[in-house]
């Protein structure tokens, strides 16, 4: 018998519930193919939790896949844990079956004997981060797929300092899940020694909000510009809890909502993906702000812990901006301000990743502050802050994709406060006469103008993957002499961590004498290969499509 036949046997005769073998017997009669993807193999485990379709079968998103992941890391937590009862942490989006599977994961905590907070209603990923060293927890849980379509949900791990797990942690995690290989191993039922649940909301939402606050650089420039007019969506996620809060608190008082945005709804009914880097899912958005005549437009994806916005261009039209831009803005306006105000010395830093844009370095540099780059992954960027206290203070940091945070509170990207910092941003631009359009040329005035993209190719099945792993064989083989007509000045391979002072991962980095950067990495959790495109100079737009041109074709 084929091992996902033989597997699907065991879910149907063995002690899984009614409705479970309902659907498994529906699946295999209805859709081979797809009764065949549910049990082919288990649903792995990976350093940053669980990721997949939900559904019935190992390979698969249920109540049964996510006990087993909770007991595994239970069990770590028992053993490596010197206090005597420690907590733990959950937090769940607005996704299906997010707060089902939240429930799962903290009776089977409590029934390890692991004490748990869990909110009592949708929080984004951030305040989880929040909440993790509010509470002194061991390690936290939030069930989401991020921006994933709506089929999907996820199992996300922090630890005791509110970032994701990094090494040896992560591995040693995941060994201890990939222990537990039937769900007859989980304690899905509270014993005599089971730990509390406790529910938190309000509470921590207040301590969290009182704490971005505190972050605010501009007050006075708010009060002058609390006018100014923005359009915000959650795309049915959970930003819509707090966002426009925050904002509030802030004094601006014209927030424009997309009412059939706001209903948290993991369905995502009004977009094809509550995605914001993907331009339709604005749509919506920027039609209010044209209706409405508002200024900025501010989307979030359903954890909000990624941030997405459009602004007036120089003739009045909406233009989107990218993750790149965003985060140059609001490392530019920080800094800025931090130096008027005279905070910025001694111990002071910005951290970015590898594929995001060098303009943050040169802002950072303009400003005499050191920028430290990072793996791709914002939990890289919260071990650098782990790793610099108690003497060092992460300022700010960002990522291409969508992901900034700033201050010390949250060890992930943060929506909530990434949308404070923009409305912040805006006021002080307009004290100085620019809108954040104008702002923007005037970094690119300074720095000079770059401009970046990504282009991906997908890659299905073995031959596939072997396809991308000759890719990267052959671009470490035969380098690019020259990119665009400018001498490759250095090859950055980050496969050799004893040159780059950076954990292993197969990335490669080609920089060339007119600033120009292009760096190529496999995805590690999708059949794809991704190249990221970074030119500078007048003519950059020309020289990223010529660039393209040369790695992709």
């Given at each position: ?8 046997e ?6 899984f ?37 939900m ?27 010197k ?58 849980a ?8 709506k ?67 501009s007050?006075?420039?708010?009060a ?24 509030k ?42 209706r ?87 939990k890289y960027i ?29 060890r ?20 100085r ?9 005037e ?22 993957s ?35 002072g ?52």
């Amino acid at each position: 018998m084929s091992d996902y036949l033989s597997r699907a046997e065991s879910w149907l005769t063995g002690d899984f519930d009614p409705e479970t073998k309902v659907k498994i017997v529906e699946l295999r009669n209805s859709d081979p193919a797809a009764f065949e993807d549910a049990f082919y193999k288990n649903l792995e485990f990976g350093t940053g939790g669980l990721r997949g379709i939900m559904g019935v079968g190992t390979n698969r998103m249920n109540k049964y896949t996510v006990g087993m992941a909770t007991q595994g890391l239970a069990n770590y937590i028992l053993a490596h844990c010197k206090e005597d009862k420690p907590c733990f942490c959950i937090s769940y989006d607005s996704r299906l079956n997010s707060k089902e599977f939240a429930r799962i994961a903290a009776r089977v905590m409590s029934a390890n004997g692991i004490d748990v907070y869990i909110f009592d209603n949708i929080r984004p990923t951030p305040e989880l981060s929040y909440a993790i060293r509010l509470k002194g927890a061991i390690a936290g849980a939030m069930i989401t797929a991020s921006h994933n379509p709506k089929e999907y949900n996820g199992y996300k791990v922090f630890w005791s300092d509110g970032g994701q797990i990094t090494s040896p942690v992560d591995k040693d995690i995941v060994a201890e899940v990939n222990k537990i290989t039937d769900p007859s191993m989980v304690r899905f039922e509270a014993g005599l020694r089971c730990g509390e649940i406790l529910t938190m909301g309000a509470d921590v939402d207040e301590c969290y909000l009182r704490d971005l606050l505190s972050l605010s650089l501009s007050p006075d420039s708010c009060a002058r510009h609390k006018d100014i007019k923005f359009v915000y969506t959650p795309l049915h996620g959970c930003g819509v809890r707090l966002v426009p809060e925050v904002l509030k608190r802030l004094g601006f008082n014209k927030i424009v909502h997309i009412p059939e945005q706001d209903v948290s709804d993991g369905n995502f009914p009004t977009v094809a993906s509550p995605n914001p880097e993907e331009r339709s899912a604005m749509k919506m958005a920027l039609e209010a702000a044209d209706r409405e005549g508002a200024d900025i437009v501010m989307a979030t994806d359903p954890d909000a812990d990624r941030l997405g916005i459009a602004v007036r261009d120089a003739d009045g039209k909406m233009l989107q901006l990218n993750g790149n831009q965003t985060a140059s803005l609001l490392t530019y306006y920080i800094l800025s301000r931090r130096s008027e105000l005279g905070t910025l010395g001694k111990g002071k830093y910005i951290v970015k990743t590898i594929v995001t844009t060098e303009l943050l370095r040169e802002i950072a540099e303009g400003f005499k502050v050191p920028c430290h780059d990072v793996l791709t992954g914002f939990k890289y960027i919260a071990e650098v802050v782990k790793r610099n206290e108690p003497d060092g203070e992460f300022i700010c940091g960002g990522e291409e994709s969508y992901g900034f945070n700033v201050g010390q509170f949250v060890r992930d990207k943060d929506a909530q406060v990434a949308c404070m910092m923009v409305a912040e941003c805006a006021a002080w631009a307009a004290d100085r006469g620019l809108t954040l359009y104008g702002l923007l040329q005037e970094i690119y005035s300074r720095f000079g103008y770059r401009k970046e993209d990504m282009v991906y190719i997908v890659r299905k099945g073995i031959s596939g993957s072997q396809e991308i792993a000759d890719m990267m064989t052959s671009f470490r083989s035969n380098p690019p002499a020259e990119m665009c007509g400018s001498p490759v000045t250095r090859v950055v391979d980050y496969l050799e961590p004893e040159k780059t002072g950076q954990p292993s991962s197969n990335v490669l980095q080609f920089f060339d004498a007119a600033g120009d950067v292009v760096s190529v990495r496999p995805s590690g959790t999708e059949p794809k290969i991704k190249f990221y495109f970074g030119a500078k100079g007048a003519d950059a737009d020309d020289k990223i499509e010529a660039l393209k041109k040369q790695f992709v074709g």
